[in-house]
């Protein structure tokens, strides 16, 4: 008899801003799963935030997976952020604390690569964005 | 419409924040405070965001606005019961919420509020101020 494994991996629509609370819920829920700290699952709750407001901000929607990760000796959480928006044109520039093209305080990209143990952005101009992070335990 | 209550007490208005706040319910907030320290003429406002599990940029903005546009119509703002996790998180992001004036607890709070009033009696009060100040003279 096999028991089924609990589900690591739920992918949430980013179109309204209600879906961004729904998203910092779903990585509260596997950070907590994941075994993460206090401090942890603030931190990548908070950048998680960060991502999924500029998913809908620039990237006109989107949606976000959320897993728990497992490697040999850690356990961590996941979250990859995909919109099929204009694109980022200059990363460099768009990771700069104080950069911004909307309304925000210009410290979504960058403070969320700094609240996470993982970072890795990839964007293609007038096709999309995808940005990773993780976090480990 | 889904709305975070505002309480009058005595010269102080109260918001106890105790949910997620999406991204409209926390702007409708930011003006439902203008307004109501504009209609009672309340010369504190005290936020509880000890139930906030995070704060990230856009709330951040949101009490700095908050405090910003209370100051400008002479009502000072104190954010009381920020979560450690929430403090070292917002200073990791990037926002230390410069001109936001914090207390640790809601009674440490009022108390801020309460000096600034006594403050504020005295100097609409000069004369009464000397007498007391040397009542042999």
Known sequence: MTRMPPPVLSTLPIRRSEDVV????????RAVQAGLGLVDQTKIITAASELARNALEY????????????ETTRRGVRITFTDQG?????????????????KGMGLGLGGAKRLSSEFHLHSVPGQGTRVTIARWK | MERIPILKIGPALLV???????????LTL??????????TGAKGVLIDISGLEIVDSFIGRMLANIASVSRMLDAETVVVGMRPAVAITLVELGLSLPGVRT??????????IAARLADLAQDDAPDADDEDAAPGA
Not at chain 2, 104 to 112: D, P, S
């Open chain 1, 59 to 70: 990237g006109g929607g989107g949606e976000a997976a959320v897993e728990v990760i497992q």
């Open chain 2, 16 to 26: 106890t924040i105790q949910v997620d706040m999406h991204d409209e319910l926390a």
């Open chain 2, 103 to 112: 207390a640790l607890n809601a009674e440490r709070g009022m108390a801020l």
């Open chain 1, 86 to 102: 204009p694109g980022i044109p200059d990363i460099e520039q768009a990771l700069r604390d104080g950069f911004t093209s909307g």
């Open chain 2, 30 to 39: 930011e003006e439902d405070l203008t307004n109501r320290i504009v209609a």
């Open chain 1, 22 to 29: 729904k998203v910092r819920q779903e990585v509260r829920a």
